[in-house]
Structure formats: C-alpha cells, structure tokens
C-alpha cells in the first residue's frame, strides 16, 4: 500500500462522544451536548416536512446545482444566485476552494488554535500551512500579514473564531482587507454568524462589491439546527465561484438537504427563538 506521504501520519478528525455514549457513560437520563456546537433546540418544523415532501422523489439524482435553495438564499442576503457555492456543510466549501487554490509550492496563512479543517485540507494538498497564534484569543492580524508571501493563495479567518470565540470586528477586518494583496483569497468562516449580537461585527456580504478577493462561508449546521443534513455555503464574486466550480462534485448535497435547507431559511420563528 503506498498511501500518499502527506496522508501518513495526518489524524482523522475526531468527532465528540455521541449523546447515547454520553448517556451510557454516565447513567444520565438525559442530556445537552455542547462539544460540537449543536442546536440544542433542535431543527425548525418547517424543515422536517419539508423532507416528508421529498420521500417519493429519492429514486432521482438531487438538482445538482441547488436552485430552489439557490434562489431562497440568494434572495435572503441581497447576493447573486451566481455568487453562491452550496456544499456538503462548509467543511466542504473549504475542501472545495483548498482543492482549487493550494498545492505544493504554495502556502495558506491561518490562526493557532481555529477550526481544524482549513489545515487538514491544506496538508492534503501538500501546501505549507502557515499558523499564525492567537494573542489573547484573538487572530493577531498584522503578525497573519507579514506572513503572506507571493506564494500565499487563502488567508483563513474564522469569525467569530472556533475554539476561542471571539471576533474580528469592522473596521479591523476593513484595514485588514485593505492591505492584503490581492493575488490572496480571504476566507471568512461565518459559522456562528447568526449569533453574534456585537453591533462592530463586520456584515460581510456588502463588503463583497468592494473587495472581490472576499469568500464568505455560512452553514444551516449551527443555528439552524440541521447539521445531520451536512448544507453549508460560500458566497464570493460571480467569477470566483465560476472559477472553483469544477472542483465541486456535480450532487454533493442532496434533494432532502435542499428542501430541508430551502424551508428553514423561511422559518425566521424558530431561527430567533
Ligand atoms: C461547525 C463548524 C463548521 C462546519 O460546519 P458544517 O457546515 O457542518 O460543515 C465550519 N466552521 C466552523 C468554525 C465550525 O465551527
């Protein structure tokens, strides 16, 4: 077996105890599980019939290019349906653009501790990956600069960031845009993005008309509470997306997912409470 090199030595990721071993483990009848920041409310209703509507539609391949869900969260942010990226939750947008910017030779510029899949990915792709340490939690800025290089393809910044949450606000991710050259992508990771109630947190989806080197990711994982149905999102400049397209698998998410998704957007109820 001649496994490749970057993949010797590189660890699975390790998923959290499941609630039932949880349980088990602890003669607990139940319990809330926080490890993986799911919603311990659950999923809205309007999703879980939106899936009893796609039973009888299993036989047939999902649209592959997502439009209803397409259209809904195209409306929902004021993009382009053209500027969006649906994958298999954002952990695989971010496999889909290290797929189709990094490779050997080149280098990804990322915090110290954050999420573990923008490495992971990177390795993969045999890029250097550059890991600049947080200072008291927080992504130190002027420190992931320096380290960008004409070799440097993606900056990741996860915003607020998982494991420490805190976050970059406006006018430092401004002054920070403002200075990265523009050969480098900056991916901001917006996963928790509907929690953050800080009125300096940088609404981001504007900032794309002015910095077309900007990927914002989101998911229905977190507090939408459909993170078994694996949707999460990118959304970029038109030619952007039009670029990493063909990294993307033609049905990587599927017709129920969709639906699911389509559905909880609209379900602005379940969303607040
Ligand atoms: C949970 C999480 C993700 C992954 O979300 P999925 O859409 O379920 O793949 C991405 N980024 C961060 C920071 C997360 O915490």
């Not at 036989?59 to 993009?79: F, S």
Request: proline share 7%.
């Amino acid at each position: 077996m001649q496994v490749k090199e970057q993949l010797r030595g590189l660890p699975p990721y390790q998923p959290g105890k499941s609630i039932e071993e949880v349980k088990r483990e602890y003669g607990l009848s139940d319990i809330i599980k926080l490890a993986s920041n799911e919603n311990p409310y659950g999923s809205s209703p309007a999703a879980k019939a939106a899936i009893a509507a796609e039973l009888d539609r299993l036989a047939v391949y999902p649209d592959g290019y997502a439009r209803t869900l397409r259209e809904k969260v195209a409306t929902h942010l004021g993009v382009k349906e053209t500027q969006l990226l649906f994958g298999n939750g954002s952990d695989e947008v971010v496999q889909i653009f290290c797929r189709a910017f990094l490779e050997p030779g080149t280098n990804t510029v990322m915090a110290a501790p954050t999420f573990p899949q923008y490495r992971h990915n990177a390795v993969i792709e045999r890029a250097e990956v550059r890991e600049v340490p947080l200072v008291d939690g927080r992504h130190d800025l002027e420190a992931m600069l320096s380290a960008i290089d004409e070799r440097t393809r993606l900056v990741w910044i996860c915003n607020p960031n998982n494991p420490t949450g805190t976050y970059v606000n406006e006018t430092e991710l401004r002054a920070f845009l403002d200075r990265v050259p523009p050969h480098v992508l900056v991916v901001l990771d917006e996963a928790y993005y509907e929690y953050v109630t800080a009125p300096d947190y940088p609404q981001t989806v504007p900032l794309l008309n002015e910095y077309s080197q900007l990927v914002v990711m989101r998911t229905f994982s977190k507090a939408y509470g459909l993170a078994a149905l694996r949707i999460g999102y990118g959304i970029a400049s038109e030619a952007l997306i039009r670029a990493v397209e063909p990294a993307r698998e033609p049905f990587n998410t599927s017709t129920v997912s969709q639906a699911a998704a389509a559905a909880a957007i609209d379900d602005e109820t379940f969303l607040r409470a």
